[in-house]
Structure formats: C-alpha cells, structure tokens
C-alpha cells in the first residue's frame, strides 16, 4: 500500500479490531491521518491532553500495528492538527508534539461532535421490542428540551440504544445548527472529570459540559462503581443542564430503578422523564434488520440466508449486522455469491456465544491456558502467575459478558471486593496498549471462547 488514505483506513481498521472497547473510546477513535510520505506517518489529535495520552498509553501499539502493515521501516509521529488558539498559523498546527505538559484542559464543544452519520433515524429499523423508544428519541430530537427531559433508554447490549443516542444528535445537528449537542459514554466523562481534577481546571469541565443544548450520555450503568464526587459532578450537571431547559438523554443497560449504586436523589431525577426499555427484536423484525444493511451496503441477501441468520441469532443486532459484513467477505474472497449454503459453511459459530458462554468456561479455559488449577485462580494466592492469571479472567468475564456487573465478578473470585475487580480489569486494559505478547494471548483465549474451544 503506498496511498496515505488506504494505510490510515487499513491502520484504523488494525486498532479497532485490537483494542479494547476502552482503549478505543480513551483515545484511538479520535486520531485521523495528517500526512504520509517517505515512511513516515503522522497522525493527528484534537488536542494536546488527547495526543499526551495517546503518546504515553498507546504509541507504542499503534506503532505495532502500523509496522505490521507497512513494514518495519514505518515510523509514527503525533501532532495537534486542530489547535484552539486561533492565532497560531496552519503550518504551527502540523508541528509535531513531544513533550507539550499536560497544563491546561481544552474543552471540546466547539470542535464537530464525533457522531457517526450512518446511525439516523431512517437507518433505524423499528419493530415491537423498540417502537416506543424510538418514538421517544424522534420526538426529542424534533423538540430538544421540551419533550421527555430528561428521556433514559435501557436493554441489553447490541439492542439499539447507542444507535438512537447518535440519531438524536445526528437530527438536531441537521436540523436546529445552531444547538451544541454533545455525544459522550460514562468512561470518557470520567477520563475528563478525572483530567480536570489533575490540572485543576474544574471549570473548563463545567463548560465542555455544561454549555451544550442537547447532552447524550451512553451506558451510565458505569457510575455505579464510580466515587461520590463522581457522582456530585454529574448530579450538578444534570441539574444545570434541565434547570435551562437543555435535553438531556442517557442509556443504560438497566432500569434506574435497578442501578443499586446511583444516588438516591440522580436515581430520582432520571424516573421523572420518561423512562423505556428496547427488548429482544422479534423475528420479523431481525429479518427486516438484515434487509436493511444489506440494502444499505448494496449486499444481494436472498431471504432464505436472511431467515436463517434470524433464526440464530435473536438478541444481538450488533451479531446480527456482523454477520452481513462477515458473508459478503467470504462471498468476495472465494468469487462467489452469498447463498444458504455458503452461510452455513462459514457462520458455523453464529449466536452461540450468548447462549453457551458462562463465567465457568472462562475460569476453565483461562486456567488451562496458564496451565493452572481453576481453585488456585478463582482464590486468593498472591503468586505472580496466579495474579494475572486471575486478572485475565476477570477482564474477559466483563468484556464477554455483558450482563456481569463487577460486584457480580467479585462473587465469583471468593467473594472480593468489587474494586479489587475494577483494578485487576483496568490492568489488564492498560497492558494491552502496550503489550503485544498479553494482546496475542487474549485474542487467542478470546478464539478458544467464542470458537468453542478451538484456536
């Protein structure tokens, strides 16, 4: 490959696939290529807290990741390729980065919001388990502010939620261009909280935050765990944000009426909007699902390969628009079209994972790995090999698992506490930034689990 676009398409397709969901939302997904030639690579942050953190956590793997592609001879650079200080020239802008010091928070809002384009509401297929919910996030977006304020919208993983929460803030910014809106999940709020109370600059956090018309926040079953100022910052903006009148929408995994660690008072603010649940797409449903991206991506899906496919897979949009994406690349590299029998050949594993996959089989399968016993990892032995045996587990029991919450994991490993969970996962997390051989080990573990045991 010698195009820049090409290898920055490839390279960004590399880290995504790799990294954790983590890593990805802490840094990788805000990155963009600035400049290739000669061999070297230079990629650009959005700003200079972001390029600090991707230059001390994660250069090191996307160097890896970059050189796989390349070549050896590759060398990566960083650069704020969008400064805030309008005075500073183009050419200033491009100057790459080394040891800029992590003085001052720069607030984002005014920078073009990281929604993606393809979640719209017409890209939305609605059916029994989601009609409400979508109806909901229409309205909203129609009227920020005025209808359903605040509006919280819960269900299982891969359902749509994250979806709607892009729509919304896909509409308005069409629509009203004028509002700031602002999409975020819980992790980068608390990466930013937690930045602001490093620099001390708390007041820059109140205005990244607190300054926006429409405020979409994913998947704030992640508070639970957090700290009580955690907890304060976001209760005031909250507060902040409804006492004018500005829309505020948020995901969950569950009912607030189900998240045992929220504040009693944030618990109740979130039960006087409007409060729906996205369930298991019906059959119908499915199938229209998979018509719809396969039109979208200009896929021929015969109906029988589309039945079959929804008859597998019933409570995983993500698996199931996956499975679309998987056909069409067997279907071009043997030159042939997609039929049933091809599906069946080649999406052997289909749905299996969420019916069979259970905290014991990871335990039994991490442990085998090391070549340890499954009492000696579940247990409370301080051996090195033991300890991040045990962090492993854990780390792949809550990313393969939706449903495990950490205080759930600790009960598992002789009744922990659920923050020494947290910690050993966040480890782990950490590690593979920049560990290549642990990265290898849990994308091999993750093989054997999702393969039914097989490499």
Do not use: C
């Amino acid at each position: 490959m010698q195009n820049g676009e090409e290898i920055w398409t490839a390279l960004r397709d590399s880290l995504r696939g790799n990294a954790s969901e983590a890593v990805w939302s802490a840094g990788l997904n805000t990155l963009h290529l600035v400049d290739y030639h000669d061999d070297q690579l230079v990629i650009g942050a959005p700003n200079q807290i972001q390029l600090l953190r991707v230059q001390q956590r994660y250069l090191p793997f996307i160097t890896e990741q970059a050189q796989q592609l390349v070549g050896s001879r590759v060398m990566v650079s960083l650069t704020v390729s969008e400064q805030q200080n309008t005075t500073d020239t183009q050419d200033d802008a491009r100057e790459v980065v080394t040891n800029t010091p992590a003085s001052v928070f720069l607030p984002s809002v005014d920078r073009p919001v990281r929604l993606d384009p393809r979640m719209t509401f017409d890209s939305f297929v609605p059916g029994s388990s989601n009609r409400l919910a979508f109806a909901a996030a229409q309205s909203v977006a129609e009227t920020p502010g005025r209808a359903y304020n605040p509006l919280m919208i819960y269900g299982n993983s891969g359902l749509g939620k994250t979806h709607l929460l892009h729509a919304i803030g896909n509409y308005v910014q069409e629509n009203y261009p004028g509002r700031k809106v602002l999409y975020v999940s819980t992790e980068t709020f608390l990466n930013d909280f937690i930045r602001a109370i490093q620099t001390r600059t708390q007041l820059a956090l109140h205005d990244r935050y607190r300054e926006n018309d429409v405020l979409l926040i994913d998947d704030i079953q992640f508070m639970e765990t957090r700290g009580e100022t955690f907890h304060e910052e976001i209760f005031h903006t909250y507060n902040a944000l409804h006492g004018e009148g500005k829309q505020i929408v948020l995901t969950s995994d569950r009912s607030p009426r189900d998240l045992a660690g929220l504040q009693e008072r944030f618990r109740s603010r979130l039960l006087q909007g409007l409060v729906t649940e996205i369930d298991q797409p019906d059959l119908e449903t499915r199938i229209a699902i998979l018509r719809s991206k396969a039109e979208r991506e200009g896929i021929d899906l015969p109906g029988d390969v589309a039945e079959w496919i929804a008859q597998r897979v019933r409570d995983n949009i993500r698996e199931l628009e996956g499975s679309i994406t998987m056909l069409r690349a067997f279907a071009n590299l043997r030159q042939e079209p997609i039929t049933l029998e091809l599906a069946r050949n080649h999406l052997t594993n289909l749905g299996q994972e969420q019916m069979i996959l259970k905290p014991e089989t990871i335990l039994s399968v991490v442990s085998e790995f090391y070549g340890l016993s499954v009492e000696d990892v579940r247990g409370s032995k301080r051996l090195r090999p033991l300890v991040h045996a045990r962090h492993v587990a854990m780390y792949l029991i809550r990313d393969l698992l939706d449903n495990y919450s950490y205080p759930m994991i600790a009960r598992i490993f002789d009744g922990r506490n659920h923050t020494t969970v947290i910690s050993g996962v966040e480890k782990i997390r950490e590690q593979l930034a920049v560990n290549a051989e642990l990265l290898a080990q849990i994308n091999q573990l993750k093989r054997r689990l999702q393969g039914d045991g097989r490499d």
